[in-house]
Protein backbone atom coordinates (compact mmCIF):
# COMPACT_ATOMS: atom_id res chain seq x y z
CA UNK A 1 0.00 0.00 0.00
CA UNK A 2 2.35 2.69 1.33
CA UNK A 3 5.95 1.97 -0.28
CA UNK A 4 7.97 3.76 1.43
CA UNK A 5 11.55 4.56 -0.43
CA UNK A 6 12.17 6.31 -3.26
CA UNK A 7 13.35 3.22 -5.07
CA UNK A 8 10.19 2.19 -5.67
CA UNK A 9 8.81 5.19 -6.64
CA UNK A 10 11.40 5.01 -9.21
CA UNK A 11 10.98 1.84 -10.20
CA UNK A 12 6.99 2.60 -10.68
CA UNK A 13 7.58 5.28 -12.46
CA UNK A 14 9.56 3.41 -15.20
CA UNK A 15 6.08 1.99 -16.15
CA UNK A 16 5.55 5.06 -17.81
CA UNK A 17 1.23 5.07 -18.54
CA UNK A 18 0.64 5.42 -22.20
CA UNK A 19 -2.13 8.13 -22.62
CA UNK A 20 -5.52 6.61 -23.86
CA UNK A 21 -7.46 7.28 -26.55
CA UNK A 22 -10.97 8.62 -26.01
CA UNK A 23 -13.60 5.71 -26.88
CA UNK A 24 -16.86 4.85 -26.32
CA UNK A 25 -17.22 1.74 -24.56
CA UNK A 26 -18.45 -1.62 -26.57
CA UNK A 27 -19.34 -5.03 -25.62
CA UNK A 28 -16.43 -6.22 -27.66
CA UNK A 29 -14.25 -3.91 -26.11
CA UNK A 30 -15.30 -5.15 -22.99
CA UNK A 31 -14.43 -8.70 -24.03
CA UNK A 32 -11.35 -7.72 -25.41
CA UNK A 33 -10.26 -6.19 -22.64
CA UNK A 34 -11.10 -9.48 -20.21
CA UNK A 35 -14.22 -7.92 -18.52
CA UNK A 36 -16.29 -11.08 -18.80
CA UNK A 37 -19.62 -9.79 -16.66
CA UNK A 38 -21.31 -7.08 -15.35
CA UNK A 39 -20.73 -5.06 -18.18
CA UNK A 40 -24.35 -2.94 -18.36
CA UNK A 41 -23.53 -2.77 -14.41
CA UNK A 42 -20.55 -1.08 -15.30
CA UNK A 43 -21.65 1.23 -17.37
CA UNK A 44 -24.60 2.26 -15.27
CA UNK A 45 -21.83 3.05 -12.96
CA UNK A 46 -19.51 4.91 -15.04
CA UNK A 47 -22.92 6.68 -16.48
CA UNK A 48 -23.86 7.35 -12.60
CA UNK A 49 -20.33 8.51 -11.54
CA UNK A 50 -19.94 10.93 -15.03
CA UNK A 51 -23.37 12.60 -13.13
CA UNK A 52 -21.90 12.90 -10.30
CA UNK A 53 -18.68 14.61 -11.74
CA UNK A 54 -21.04 17.27 -13.06
CA UNK A 55 -18.80 19.54 -13.99
CA UNK A 56 -17.94 21.97 -17.11
CA UNK A 57 -15.37 19.47 -18.12
CA UNK A 58 -17.34 16.80 -19.29
CA UNK A 59 -15.85 13.06 -18.87
CA UNK A 60 -14.98 12.11 -22.25
CA UNK A 61 -13.92 8.13 -21.71
CA UNK A 62 -16.08 5.24 -20.14
CA UNK A 63 -15.13 4.46 -16.57
CA UNK A 64 -15.04 0.78 -16.94
CA UNK A 65 -12.01 1.06 -19.53
CA UNK A 66 -9.79 1.38 -16.04
CA UNK A 67 -11.32 -1.75 -14.57
CA UNK A 68 -10.65 -5.51 -14.88
CA UNK A 69 -13.74 -7.06 -13.68
CA UNK A 70 -14.69 -10.41 -12.85
CA UNK A 71 -17.89 -11.48 -11.52
CA UNK A 72 -17.02 -15.30 -9.57
CA UNK A 73 -18.70 -18.22 -8.24
CA UNK A 74 -16.65 -18.57 -5.50
CA UNK A 75 -17.07 -17.17 -1.71
CA UNK A 76 -13.89 -15.02 -2.58
CA UNK A 77 -12.96 -11.70 -3.87
CA UNK A 78 -10.06 -10.34 -4.98
CA UNK A 79 -8.87 -6.69 -5.21
CA UNK A 80 -5.83 -4.75 -6.66
CA UNK A 81 -6.18 -0.94 -6.09
CA UNK A 82 -2.42 0.23 -7.45
CA UNK A 83 -1.26 -2.31 -10.09
CA UNK A 84 -2.43 -0.06 -12.99
CA UNK A 85 -0.51 1.91 -15.41
CA UNK A 86 -3.20 4.19 -17.16
CA UNK A 87 -3.25 7.53 -17.37
CA UNK A 88 -7.10 9.15 -17.14
CA UNK A 89 -7.84 11.71 -19.94
CA UNK A 90 -7.60 15.04 -18.57
CA UNK A 91 -6.05 14.18 -15.01
CA UNK A 92 -3.33 15.66 -14.13
CA UNK A 93 -0.35 13.71 -11.54
CA UNK A 94 -1.85 13.76 -7.78
CA UNK A 95 0.13 16.16 -5.70
CA UNK A 96 -1.16 14.75 -2.46
CA UNK A 97 -3.21 16.13 0.57
CA UNK A 98 -1.21 19.27 2.14
CA UNK A 99 0.23 17.93 5.17
CA UNK A 100 1.84 14.76 2.94
CA UNK A 101 3.21 16.45 0.40
CA UNK A 102 5.59 18.55 2.89
CA UNK A 103 5.98 15.17 4.97
CA UNK A 104 7.43 13.67 2.04
CA UNK A 105 5.56 10.41 2.51
CA UNK A 106 3.07 10.73 -0.22
CA UNK A 107 3.16 7.70 -2.67
CA UNK A 108 1.61 7.39 -6.06
CA UNK A 109 3.92 4.77 -7.20
CA UNK A 110 2.66 1.80 -8.70
CA UNK A 111 2.43 -1.74 -6.69
CA UNK A 112 4.86 -3.11 -9.65
CA UNK A 113 3.25 -6.30 -10.99
CA UNK A 114 0.12 -6.20 -8.71
CA UNK A 115 -2.47 -5.88 -11.20
CA UNK A 116 -0.34 -9.22 -13.11
CA UNK A 117 -0.35 -10.84 -9.22
CA UNK A 118 -4.00 -11.02 -8.80
CA UNK A 119 -5.19 -11.53 -12.24
CA UNK A 120 -2.69 -14.47 -12.09
CA UNK A 121 -4.14 -15.64 -8.74
CA UNK A 122 -7.56 -15.77 -10.05
CA UNK A 123 -6.75 -17.89 -13.33
CA UNK A 124 -5.08 -20.39 -10.80
CA UNK A 125 -8.09 -20.74 -8.09
CA UNK A 126 -10.36 -21.30 -11.39
CA UNK A 127 -7.97 -23.95 -12.60
CA UNK A 128 -8.03 -25.23 -9.04
CA UNK A 129 -11.58 -25.65 -8.54
CA UNK A 130 -13.23 -25.18 -11.59
CA UNK A 131 -14.94 -22.09 -10.55
CA UNK A 132 -13.99 -18.29 -10.75
CA UNK A 133 -13.10 -15.93 -7.72
CA UNK A 134 -14.46 -12.33 -8.29
CA UNK A 135 -11.82 -9.81 -8.74
CA UNK A 136 -11.79 -6.15 -9.01
CA UNK A 137 -8.49 -4.60 -10.26
CA UNK A 138 -7.88 -0.99 -11.07
CA UNK A 139 -6.29 -0.24 -14.49
CA UNK A 140 -5.80 3.42 -13.78
CA UNK A 141 -2.24 4.16 -12.67
CA UNK A 142 -2.28 5.38 -9.04
CA UNK A 143 -0.74 8.68 -9.66
CA UNK A 144 -3.90 9.70 -10.85
CA UNK A 145 -5.99 8.01 -8.64
CA UNK A 146 -6.15 5.59 -5.31
CA UNK A 147 -8.60 3.45 -4.62
CA UNK A 148 -7.78 2.60 -1.48
CA UNK A 149 -8.34 6.20 -0.14
CA UNK A 150 -11.36 7.61 0.73
CA UNK A 151 -12.39 9.88 -2.15
CA UNK A 152 -11.55 13.00 -0.72
CA UNK A 153 -7.99 12.05 -0.58
CA UNK A 154 -7.95 9.84 -4.01
CA UNK A 155 -8.71 12.19 -6.18
CA UNK A 156 -7.94 15.79 -7.00
CA UNK A 157 -9.36 16.26 -10.44
CA UNK A 158 -13.60 15.84 -11.57
CA UNK A 159 -12.30 12.76 -14.40
CA UNK A 160 -10.87 10.45 -11.71
CA UNK A 161 -13.48 10.50 -9.42
CA UNK A 162 -15.53 8.67 -11.53
CA UNK A 163 -13.02 6.10 -12.20
CA UNK A 164 -12.88 5.70 -8.11
CA UNK A 165 -16.51 5.75 -7.89
CA UNK A 166 -16.40 3.38 -10.52
CA UNK A 167 -14.03 1.00 -8.53
CA UNK A 168 -15.66 0.88 -5.34
CA UNK A 169 -19.45 0.75 -7.25
CA UNK A 170 -18.38 -2.34 -8.97
CA UNK A 171 -16.93 -4.04 -5.33
CA UNK A 172 -19.76 -2.75 -3.49
CA UNK A 173 -21.87 -4.95 -5.84
CA UNK A 174 -20.14 -7.67 -5.70
CA UNK A 175 -19.65 -7.77 -2.10
CA UNK A 176 -23.05 -7.79 -1.97
CA UNK A 177 -23.81 -10.62 -4.09
CA UNK A 178 -21.24 -12.12 -1.95
CA UNK A 179 -23.42 -11.76 1.16
CA UNK A 180 -26.28 -12.86 -0.65
CA UNK A 181 -24.74 -16.28 -2.11
CA UNK A 182 -23.01 -17.58 0.46
CA UNK A 183 -24.70 -17.10 3.98
CA UNK A 184 -21.64 -19.05 5.28
CA UNK A 185 -19.24 -15.98 4.62
CA UNK A 186 -16.83 -14.85 2.00
CA UNK A 187 -13.22 -13.29 1.83
CA UNK A 188 -11.80 -10.33 0.32
CA UNK A 189 -8.19 -10.65 -0.26
CA UNK A 190 -6.69 -7.21 -0.94
CA UNK A 191 -3.42 -7.75 -3.41
CA UNK A 192 -0.77 -4.61 -2.76
CA UNK A 193 2.91 -4.88 -2.74
CA UNK A 194 5.49 -3.01 -0.51
CA UNK A 195 9.28 -2.15 -1.11
CA UNK A 196 10.35 -1.67 2.85
CA UNK A 197 10.63 -5.34 3.54
CA UNK A 198 11.26 -7.39 -0.18
CA UNK A 199 11.10 -10.38 1.65
CA UNK A 200 8.51 -10.54 3.83
CA UNK A 201 4.11 -10.44 2.89
CA UNK A 202 3.29 -8.64 5.33
CA UNK A 203 -0.80 -8.80 6.75
CA UNK A 204 -3.34 -5.91 6.86
CA UNK A 205 -6.59 -6.56 9.27
CA UNK A 206 -6.25 -3.48 11.42
CA UNK A 207 -4.98 -5.87 14.01
CA UNK A 208 -7.85 -8.41 13.73
CA UNK A 209 -10.52 -5.98 13.18
CA UNK A 210 -11.61 -6.35 9.74
CA UNK A 211 -11.42 -10.37 9.89
CA UNK A 212 -13.99 -10.06 13.28
CA UNK A 213 -16.84 -12.44 12.10
CA UNK A 214 -13.99 -14.73 11.06
CA UNK A 215 -12.42 -15.16 14.01
CA UNK A 216 -16.42 -15.24 16.10
CA UNK A 217 -16.69 -17.99 14.08
CA UNK A 218 -14.22 -19.85 13.45
CA UNK A 219 -11.35 -18.54 16.25
CA UNK A 220 -8.15 -16.99 15.72
CA UNK A 221 -7.18 -20.22 13.92
CA UNK A 222 -8.77 -19.16 10.34
CA UNK A 223 -6.61 -16.29 10.79
CA UNK A 224 -3.37 -17.36 11.78
CA UNK A 225 -3.78 -21.27 12.07
CA UNK A 226 -2.13 -24.34 9.39
CA UNK A 227 -5.09 -23.75 7.14
CA UNK A 228 -5.69 -19.79 7.30
CA UNK A 229 -4.44 -18.19 4.06
CA UNK A 230 -1.69 -17.09 6.12
CA UNK A 231 -0.64 -20.38 7.55
CA UNK A 232 -0.52 -22.17 4.26
CA UNK A 233 1.79 -19.93 2.98
CA UNK A 234 3.88 -19.92 5.95
CA UNK A 235 3.89 -23.22 5.39
CA UNK A 236 5.45 -23.49 1.83
CA UNK A 237 8.15 -20.87 3.00
CA UNK A 238 6.64 -17.46 2.62
CA UNK A 239 7.93 -15.17 5.49
CA UNK A 240 4.90 -13.35 6.53
CA UNK A 241 4.65 -10.29 9.25
CA UNK A 242 3.22 -10.45 11.99
CA UNK A 243 4.24 -14.04 12.14
CA UNK A 244 1.21 -16.06 12.56
CA UNK A 245 0.65 -14.90 15.67
CA UNK A 246 -2.56 -13.75 17.84
CA UNK A 247 -3.84 -10.49 16.65
CA UNK A 248 -2.46 -7.61 18.46
CA UNK A 249 0.61 -9.88 19.37
CA UNK A 250 2.69 -8.09 17.96
CA UNK A 251 0.68 -5.59 15.84
CA UNK A 252 0.64 -5.36 12.09
CA UNK A 253 3.41 -3.06 11.35
CA UNK A 254 2.49 0.56 10.74
CA UNK A 255 1.64 1.80 7.70
CA UNK A 256 0.68 -1.88 6.26
CA UNK A 257 -2.17 -2.75 8.75
CA UNK A 258 -5.15 -2.37 6.34
CA UNK A 259 -6.12 0.71 4.22
CA UNK A 260 -9.46 1.88 3.09
CA UNK A 261 -10.57 -0.84 0.82
CA UNK A 262 -10.41 -3.47 4.41
CA UNK A 263 -11.84 -0.64 6.19
CA UNK A 264 -14.52 -0.42 4.49
CA UNK A 265 -15.65 -3.51 3.30
CA UNK A 266 -14.42 -5.76 6.11
CA UNK A 267 -16.49 -7.76 8.61
CA UNK A 268 -16.75 -5.64 11.04
CA UNK A 269 -18.77 -3.13 8.96
CA UNK A 270 -22.59 -3.68 8.58
CA UNK A 271 -22.42 -4.81 4.89
CA UNK A 272 -19.05 -6.45 5.10
CA UNK A 273 -17.03 -9.81 4.64
CA UNK A 274 -13.78 -10.84 5.74
CA UNK A 275 -11.24 -8.74 4.98
CA UNK A 276 -7.34 -8.85 4.64
CA UNK A 277 -4.83 -6.87 2.93
CA UNK A 278 -1.47 -8.53 1.46
CA UNK A 279 1.07 -6.44 1.16
CA UNK A 280 4.13 -8.25 -1.13
CA UNK A 281 7.94 -7.90 -0.88
CA UNK A 282 9.13 -7.06 -3.84
CA UNK A 283 11.00 -10.96 -4.36
CA UNK A 284 7.20 -12.15 -4.55
CA UNK A 285 5.97 -10.49 -7.62
CA UNK A 286 8.78 -8.15 -9.58
CA UNK A 287 9.93 -11.58 -11.35
CA UNK A 288 7.94 -13.52 -13.70
CA UNK A 289 8.71 -16.94 -12.64
CA UNK A 290 8.85 -15.82 -8.91
CA UNK A 291 5.31 -14.02 -9.50
CA UNK A 292 3.70 -17.45 -10.80
CA UNK A 293 5.20 -19.36 -7.84
CA UNK A 294 3.36 -16.73 -5.83
CA UNK A 295 0.01 -16.33 -7.67
CA UNK A 296 0.04 -20.64 -7.64
CA UNK A 297 0.55 -20.84 -3.85
CA UNK A 298 -1.79 -18.09 -3.06
CA UNK A 299 -4.31 -19.87 -5.28
CA UNK A 300 -3.67 -23.05 -2.92
CA UNK A 301 -4.07 -21.55 -0.22
CA UNK A 302 -7.45 -19.85 -1.02
CA UNK A 303 -9.04 -23.31 -2.44
CA UNK A 304 -8.11 -24.70 1.16
CA UNK A 305 -9.64 -22.04 2.70
CA UNK A 306 -12.75 -22.22 1.23
CA UNK A 307 -12.52 -25.87 1.53
CA UNK A 308 -12.77 -25.61 5.24
CA UNK A 309 -14.40 -22.37 6.56
CA UNK A 310 -16.51 -21.23 3.72
CA UNK A 311 -18.07 -24.36 2.03
CA UNK A 312 -21.42 -25.53 3.19
CA UNK A 313 -21.20 -27.88 5.90
CA UNK A 314 -23.13 -31.39 5.23
ZN1 LIG B 1 -0.75 -0.64 -2.38
Redesign the pocket.
Known amino acids: ??PQNRSTARAGDLQSPPRIVVAPKTATASRRHGIQASTARVCAWAILAGLLVGTASAQTFATNEFLHIQRGELPIILTA??GGSLAIPGVPKRLGPEGERTSGKFVISQ?TR?FELATTTAKRVEELTDRKPYLVASKAHRQYVDP?RPEKEAVENPNAKAVHAAFHGQVREFVDELRKKFPNGALLLDI??QSAFPDTLIRGTQNGTTVMKMVEKHGVAALTGETSVFGQLAAKGVKVEPPNTPPGTPPEPRGYNGGWIVRTYGSHTTNGVDAIQL?FGGSFRTDAKKREETAKFLAEAIKAYTEKYLAPKP
Open positions: MKPHDTNHGE
